[in-house]
T-cell receptor, first 113, second 113 residues
Framework: GQQLNQSPQSMFIQEGEDVSMNCTSSSIFNTWLWYKQDPGEGPVLLIA?????ELTSNGRLTAQFGITRKDSFLNISASIPSDVGIYFCAGVINTGTASKLTFGTGTRLQVTL | NAGVTQTPKFRILKIGQSMTLQCTQD?????MYWYRQDPGMGLKLIYYSVGAGITDKGEVPNGYNVSRSTTEDFPLRLELAAPSQTSVYFC????????????FGSGTQLSVL
């Protein structure tokens, strides 16, 4: 099946630092999604991107849909302790009856005070 | 507003036992999904349903069965539990075809020993 390579695998940063992570694929996607998973919970959608080159913000989070449609980037500015969690990218292809999502392997973010 | 509710939260099974993971949603969503999450891996789709009475296989369906008798409920059945089915299972729903924004439950952590 399709593979989404997400990097870095994990990050340890200090409160107040900016964070960058990315997701790359050998396949083209119609949509890119970024989810966050808090410990013991299911993933929650942060940002959805629908067009190549699109740049979208949600508070301190900014994500971009890569020009080639094979990658996406997520930036978090001025990190705070509640940013801790696992961040997943997901690429979407719309098939005949349902959208097919492929999830990345996740970036685990730890924030120290 | 409960969203997607999964039970149980944790379960330990012996090899060969069977069990049903329950999932219910109160958002009147047509689409429901079962994913499994293994350490260091992205979420893998097991089965999905586009509406009551209609189910289809995802990426990793072997060893599982599903049914969708109502819009609200989408249980996942393990008939003969195997150690390879040790994982965290997430149920999700979305409202319409082409709407890839999934709402996830909080997960069921299953260990097969």
């Amino acid at each position: 099946g399709q593979q989404l390579n997400q990097s870095p695998q994990s990050m340890f940063i200090q409160e107040g630092e900016d964070v960058s992570m990315n997701c790359t694929s050998s396949s083209i996607f119609n949509t890119w999604l970024w989810y966050k998973q808090d410990p013991g919970e299911g993933p929650v959608l942060l940002i959805a991107l629908y067009k190549a080159g699109e740049l979208t913000s949600n508070g301190r989070l900014t994500a971009q849909f890569g020009i080639t449609r094979k990658d996406s980037f997520l930036n978090i500015s001025a990190s705070i302790p509640s940013d801790v969690g696992i961040y997943f990218c997901a690429g979407v292809i719309n098939t005949g009856t349902a959208s097919k999502l492929t999830f990345g392997t996740g970036t685990r973010l730890q924030v120290t005070l | 507003n409960a969203g997607v509710t999964q039970t149980p939260k944790f379960r330990i099974l012996k090899i060969g036992q069977s069990m049903t993971l329950q999932c219910t949603q109160d958002m009147n969503h047509n689409y429901m999904y079962w994913y499994r999450q293994d350490p260091g891996m992205g979420l893998k789709l097991i089965y999905y349903s586009v509406g009551a009475g209609i189910t289809d296989k995802g990426e990793v369906p072997n060893g599982y069965n599903v049914s969708r008798s109502t819009t609200e409920d989408f249980p996942l059945r393990l008939e003969l539990a195997a150690p390879s089915q040790t994982s965290v299972y997430f149920c999700a729903s979305s409202p319409n075809w082409g709407n890839e924004k999934l709402f996830f439950g909080s997960g069921t952590q299953l260990s097969v020993l």
